[in-house]
């Protein structure tokens, strides 16, 4: 395998590879046409070999495994070790991390062992056309200000980007791979941390954020935590999630998970339904690349408008409980 490639790294959840992973790969695979590079998964584990065709699908041209029974929860050294192996050898020029708890953890962990530098929890990344170099988007300030950042003096370049940047793309079905499978043993005793057990709140159960098809999100515009709880009824009934802006988050209304924006999450679904939202653009940054925009706001000078397929003008506290009493009516099947 040649060196200089795009390497993304896999993760699994419940036996499924994440969205984010599968959208990188699209990503990866932009970056890759513009360097004449290929893109290459890098896939950590246990039990991994049934998901290399879905690793073929989605773009990638090589795989490289590495199993085994010490890979089979996440640890920061177990992987990092794999990795850094890895790089070694084939000294791939940029590896892109989801934004995850453990994409951050170990593209940070990775960086320092490296010698090198991590952008974590990226908005959106490009590569500058002269060097080659990439330059990645950050939120900083609450989201007020959007910070690009490079590493034009080191290689590899290492990032961890969030969810929604770039679309989960098919490329064809049974497409062809070359697989590399390395043996690399990490010993026991030099995995200083491990995963027991891991907890879901009842706030973080059902259709998660980042991966549902369709968003219902509420703003201050909504006036009070009874009112958004229309929010979770008609997403409810459309089987999407509940999203909102920072001043809601602020408000106590509604948990940090549920945020869209800069500062928040970047979603990309079918059909996002903006409730009592102004449009500002740390709000608008994180959902401008959904398929469909509904927007409900009584201002009709509301910036929210502008990027809105559908502009309903009016009071959402009233337009909402009609529209939810509608859905139930009709029983539309939602696919």
Known sequence: MNNENIWVFIEKNKNQIKNISLELLNKGRELARIRSEKIVAVFIGNDLKSSVQTIANFGADGLILVEGEEYAAYSNDGFTNALYLLIEKYKPSTILFG????????????????????????????????????????????????????SPETRPQIGSVRSGISKKEKIGDNQRIYVIEEKIKTPSDKIRTRIKEVLSSAQESGIKLEDAKVVVSGGLGMGSPENFQRIAELADLLDGAVGATRAVIDAGWIPSQHQVGQSGKTVNPDLYIAC??????????????????????????????DIADYAVIGDVNKILPVLIEEIKKTHIPVE
Do not use: Y
Not at 99 to 117: F, K
């Open 99 to 150: 934004a995850t708890n453990a994409g951050n953890d170990l593209a940070a962990g990775l960086a320092a062992r490296l010698h090198t530098s991590a952008a974590i929890n990226c908005t959106d990344l490009a590569i500058d056309s002269p060097s080659g170099t990439i330059e990645w988007q950050r939120a900083i300030h609450g989201g007020s200000l959007i910070q690009t950042v490079s």
């Open 276 to 305: 009592g939202i102004s449009g500002a653009i740390q709000h608008v940054s994180g959902m401008k690349t959904s398929k469909v925009i509904i927007a409900i706001n009584k201002d009709p000078e509301a910036p929210i408008f």
